[in-house]
């Protein structure tokens, strides 16, 4: 059995730490900058982004010719929101690969992050969506069928406010095919938002049912998981279609999050104190106490007034909605004496 299978089965079973050991100790000498690599992708699956950004800045140090790992060292800035180090690495990355139309792909991208990590207003704005659209169009060009591309096509059109062509592009996106399994999720739950906004209620009910059914058969440890994407989906359907969540739904995947937290997987604060806020609201809810569910939106509410969880990254039709779900929650319970 090959180096990468054993590794391949401890990532599967959530082995990590064994994994990194096997690294350590057998791969090492072989192939540094692959072990490396290899190294970095544990670390990232797990959500310890900056170490694994460490990895893979190393192995491209040790193994230039590669553009695998400048590829990550750009995913990796990206995750930490750090735009400006993603634009340079992806300078840098189609300079030496003008072939891999991927860096065109991840700096399109970031210069959307961009805008909503510094909150870009004006000519800034503008000047930085006209940098996105012009890399688009040539990454577009370059592989018109790659589904990854539509997306970061879409979010474009987010930040223009044209939500008609950004439904258009994340429908494509979903068609022409998606590299990672989160992506159908989170992309089903975008189709999800902007089909209720459009009045389009049978298409909505759809991408939200086929997203939580993505969702639990997810089967792959990743610390995306510990997103919110399963919570918003279940309140956005209670909200517009009736469906109640209870506390018998979050079962279903809290033993999920508590095992991969043991095993490893980290997720920023930010987003495990908004999710505590929203499974209390529904707790206190099914219990009747409607005075702490009031309390409990409260805290999920002035939460994300604030701070930008990594479940919603710098999309705001995601943040939107679920400011939107919670607003319209408070109507439905009592909020107690001031």
């Given at each position: 059995?090959?180096?990468?299978?054993?590794?391949?089965?401890?990532?599967?079973?959530?082995?990590?730490?064994?994994?990194?050991?096997?690294?350590?100790?057998?791969?090492?000498?072989?192939?540094?900058?692959?072990?490396?690599?290899?190294?970095?992708?544990?670390?990232?699956?797990?959500?310890?982004?900056?170490?694994?950004?460490?990895?893979?800045?190393?192995?491209?140090?040790?193994?230039?010719?590669?553009?695998?790992?400048?590829?990550?060292?750009?995913?990796?800035?990206?995750?930490?929101?750090?735009?400006?180090?993603?634009?340079?690495?992806?300078?840098?990355?189609?300079?030496?690969?003008?072939?891999?139309?991927?860096?065109?792909?991840?700096?399109?991208?970031?210069?959307?992050?961009?805008?909503?990590?510094?909150?870009?207003?004006?000519?800034?704005?503008?000047?930085?969506?006209?940098?996105?659209?012009?890399?688009?169009?040539?990454?577009?060009?370059?592989?018109p069928d790659d589904g990854e591309i539509r997306a970061v096509e879409a979010t474009w059109y987010v930040q223009k406010k044209d939500f008609d062509k950004c439904l258009q592009s994340f429908e494509a996106a979903q068609q022409l095919g998606l590299e990672l399994y989160v992506d159908y999720i989170d992309t089903g739950l975008c189709l999800s938002?902007?089909?209720?906004?459009?009045?389009?209620?049978?298409?909505?009910?759809?991408?939200?049912?086929?997203?939580?059914?993505?969702?639990?058969?997810?089967?792959?440890?990743?610390?995306?998981?510990?997103?919110?994407?399963?919570?918003?989906?279940?309140?956005?359907?209670?909200?517009?279609?009736?469906?109640?969540?209870t506390t018998k739904d979050l079962e279903t995947v809290s033993a999920g999050y508590e095992f991969y937290m043991n095993r490893g997987l980290r997720v920023h604060r930010v987003t495990r104190d908004v999710r505590n806020a929203l499974s209390s609201f529904i707790k206190a809810r099914e219990e009747g106490r409607n005075e702490d569910a009031f309390k409990h939106l409260e805290e999920a509410e002035s939460i994300l007034k604030v701070h930008l969880p990594l479940c919603i990254i710098f999309n705001s039709i995601k943040k939107l909605s679920l400011m939107d779900i919670i607003e319209k929650l408070k109507l439905t319970v009592y909020k107690g004496e001031k």
């Open positions: 059995m090959t180096h990468e299978n054993i590794i391949s089965d401890f990532i599967k079973e959530s082995r990590f730490e064994e994994a990194l050991s096997h690294i350590e100790n057998e791969c090492g000498n072989e192939n540094p900058a692959e072990a490396l690599a290899l190294k970095g992708e544990i670390l990232e699956t797990t959500g310890r982004l900056r170490e694994a950004g460490e990895c893979f800045r190393e192995a491209h140090r040790l193994c230039p010719e590669n553009p695998e790992y400048l590829y990550w060292v750009c995913e990796i800035y990206l995750m930490m929101y750090d735009s400006d180090g993603a634009i340079e690495a992806c300078t840098k990355g189609k300079q030496l690969f003008p072939a891999d139309d991927r860096f065109l792909m991840v700096e399109a991208d970031a210069w959307l992050w961009k805008i909503s990590v510094h909150n870009l207003q004006g000519t800034e704005k503008e000047e930085a969506l006209a940098h996105s659209r012009r890399i688009l169009n040539e990454s577009i060009a370059a592989a938002i902007l089909n209720l906004n459009a009045g389009n209620r049978e298409k909505a009910l759809h991408h939200i049912e086929k997203s939580l059914e993505r969702y639990l058969n997810w089967n792959e440890p990743h610390y995306q998981r510990l997103m919110l994407f399963y919570e918003h989906l279940l309140l956005l359907r209670e909200v517009y279609f009736g469906i109640k969540v």
